[in-house]
């Protein structure tokens, strides 16, 4: 099946900092999703990308889908405290009715105050 | 109002045992999917149903079975509970043309 090989696993950085993770896949999808769990609580969608080459921002977030169809990153500036949680990135091929997500193993990203 | 809501939150049982998990969502959406998060936090898909139709079944014991009453509810019944069942269990729904899941908070099911 597909694979999604998300990095890095983790990352402890300081409060202010920028952060990057990506997302590297070995086939094609038509949708990247990126997502954060915070703990105890179920995954929340950051951004959506549909389009190759689209770069999208929420805020201090931005993610793009790659050119390539293969791949996406996504970039937080200025980190908060608030911040802290488990990042997936999240490739779909659709077809039909049959939408299948399949999800990167995570990055959880620490931020010292 | 809670959009994708699952009960219950924890779940504590012994092996041999049946369980379920239910889930609920009021958003309106025909896609309903059942996703398992084991100790490393990755998330794989078990099922989906779009409109009470099983639509996806990922290789899984069939010891687990779905049940759909209605497209807003989507319930999971699991038999003969083992140590491996111990895992997070999350339901979603999904906004109709996207792939936009919107995730419940969790079932945490411990076997002992």
């Known amino acids: 099946g597909q694979q999604l090989n998300q990095s890095p696993q983790s990352m402890f950085i300081q409060e202010g900092e920028d952060v990057s993770m990506n997302c590297t896949s070995s086939s094609i999808f038509n949708t990247w999703l990126w997502y954060k769990q915070d703990p105890g609580e179920g995954p929340v969608l950051l951004i959506a990308?549909?389009?190759?080459?689209e770069l999208t921002s929420n805020g201090r977030l931005t993610a793009q889908f790659g050119i390539t169809r293969k791949d996406s990153f996504l970039n937080i500036s200025a980190s908060i405290p608030s911040d802290v949680g488990i990042y997936f990135c999240a490739g779909l091929n659709s077809g039909g009715s049959n939408y299948k997500l399949t999800f990167g193993k995570g990055t959880l990203l620490t931020v010292n105050p | 109002d809670t959009a994708v809501s699952q009960t219950p939150k924890y779940l504590v049982t012994q092996m041999g045992n049946d369980k379920s998990i239910k889930c609920e969502q009021n958003?309106?959406?025909?896609?309903m999917y059942w996703y398992k998060q084991d100790s490393k936090k990755f998330l794989k898909i078990m099922f989906s149903y779009n409109n009470k139709e099983l639509i996806i079944n990922e290789t899984v014991p069939n010891r687990f079975s779905p049940k759909s009453p209605d497209k807003a509810h989507l319930n999971l019944h699991i038999n003969s509970l083992e140590l491996g069942d111990s895992a997070v269990y999350f339901c979603?729904?999904?906004?109709?043309?996207?792939?936009?899941?919107?995730f419940g908070e969790g079932s945490r099911l411990t076997v002992l």
């Open positions: 979603a729904s999904r906004q109709a043309n996207t792939g936009e899941l919107f």
């Open positions: 990308l549909y389009k190759a080459g």
């Open positions: 958003l309106g959406h025909d896609t």
